[in-house]
């Protein structure tokens, strides 16, 4: 399926594939705002929550460009019908800086920073705050759910929701399942994840899920491999894209995910499995330290313009 049948698909797949209709997102940032736009493309009204309201105007402003761009590769050349999917979007996305203003929704997706004790202190708030049937997921990318869920009662209606970015045009959504969720709330989940337009597939509640469970070593020997001067990080990335069928190498991978958030993961996942694949790697460490993040900072194994 291609790019543009996805697209097309989330804006016209109803609410009534399952009991979600509404759906506020903890966290105005990329992902958060990727995550908001999906569902109201597929017609569910959307709350962002974000402290800083500069970062919900942001998140407005991407939103509203990303819609354009979904409208023009649905309706062409259309313009009535490109303003009318643009709106019928829009209009159903409000933003607020209050937690407190989106816990009256059917599903609480948070995307915020990836520090467990946070996480907690918004989850177990949340817990205290939204009506009983509400549904609570995490988009974490390496925390177990378990331990961020631990201080919640509606353990049952709780799960993992891991989107990738962009989450727009990224079809995968992986559904973590942590120990104690229910078979409804698990099947509520799949469901809504293919309103929105995705592929869901499922996996337990282990060290990087999926994804990142085989992406870490990938990505940890590519940079072994450049350390110790076995090949360029061109070669590499062309290796893999030429040789693996790739679309980015590992390198330019890092840059666009960004090397802290790859020195992150990669620590998570050393102190959850203790498998020495994901030690802490020195050039990672070096250039996180001098703010060679990737694309964001504008340097990282390559330079970008900002």
Known sequence: MNKLSVLTRAFSSSSSLNAVKTVTVVGGGLMGSGIAQVAAQAGQNVTIVDLKPELLEKAQ?????????????????????????????????????????????????????????????????????????????????????????AGIK?????????????????????????????EETYQTMMEWGKSVGKTCI???????????????????????????????????????????????GPFELADYTGLDTNKFALAILYEQTGDPVFRPIPILDKMVAEGKLGIKSGEGFYKYKK
């Open 61 to 149: 402003k991407s939103i509203q460009q990303n819609l354009t761009r979904v409208a023009k590769k649905v309706h062409k050349d259309d313009a009535a019908k490109v303003e009318a999917f643009v709106q019928d979007a829009a209009s159903r996305i409000k933003v607020s800086t209050k937690v407190e203003d989106g816990v009256n929704a059917d599903l609480i997706i948070e995307a915020i920073v990836e520090k467990l004790g946070v996480k907690q202190e918004l989850f177990n708030k949340l817990d205290s705050l939204a009506p009983e049937h509400t549904i609570l997921a995490s988009n974490t990318s390496s925390i177990s759910i378990n331990a961020i869920g």
């Open 202 to 248: 499922t996996c337990k509640d282990t060290p990087g899920f999926v994804v990142n469970r085989l992406l870490g070593p990938y990505s940890a020997e590519a940079l072994r491999m450049y350390e110790r001067g076995d090949a360029t990080k061109e070669d590499i990335d062309i290796g893999m894209k030429l040789g693996a069928g790739y679309p980015m």
């Open 154 to 182: 509606r353990k049952d209606r709780f799960g993992g929701l891991h989107f990738f970015n962009p989450v727009p045009i990224m079809r995968l959504l992986e559904v973590i399942k942590g120990d104690h969720i229910s």
